[in-house]
């Protein structure tokens, strides 16, 4: 059952910028630390950026700090992820979910799936050329 839907993926060229969104029809992204995950085939999904419940919390993690920027709006419950100087490492299905220990973990920050949270919704591609 489909929980998050991200869009806003598309082809840029290195040193391109995207901006995704993130929006869901069960959850409140107010209410809980949301984060934006991606995934390259072969490899394990990995968390990206994440911000707490109240906005005020924000972590990236270092392979994005100062490239990437993840923002939201509570009134129209909808997760942003600013991506700027994309490199073609970047290349990966991102994914919206609720975060686990954003702020306080660090680079460990995780996901939390299951129950109210559901599963991995739909992710949007990011392809990045050099």
């Known amino acids: 059952q489909v929980q998050t839907v991200a869009s806003g993926g598309g082809t840029v060229q290195a040193g391109g910028s995207l901006r995704l969104s993130c929006t869901s029809s069960?959850?409140?992204?107010?209410?809980?630390?949301m984060g934006w995950f991606r995934q390259v085939p072969g490899k394990e999904r990995e968390g990206v950026s994440c911000i707490t419940g109240n906005g005020i919390t924000i972590y990236h993690k270092n392979f994005v700090k100062g490239r990437f920027a993840i923002s939201k709006d509570n009134a129209k419950n909808t997760l942003y992820l600013q991506m700027n100087n994309l490199k073609p490492e970047d290349t990966a299905m991102y994914y919206c979910a609720v975060a686990n220990g954003c702020g306080t973990l660090g680079e460990s920050f995780g996901v939390i799936l299951g129950g109210t949270f559901g599963n991995w919704g739909q992710g949007t591609q990011v392809t990045v050329s050099s």
């Open positions: 069960r959850l409140s992204f107010g209410e809980y630390d």
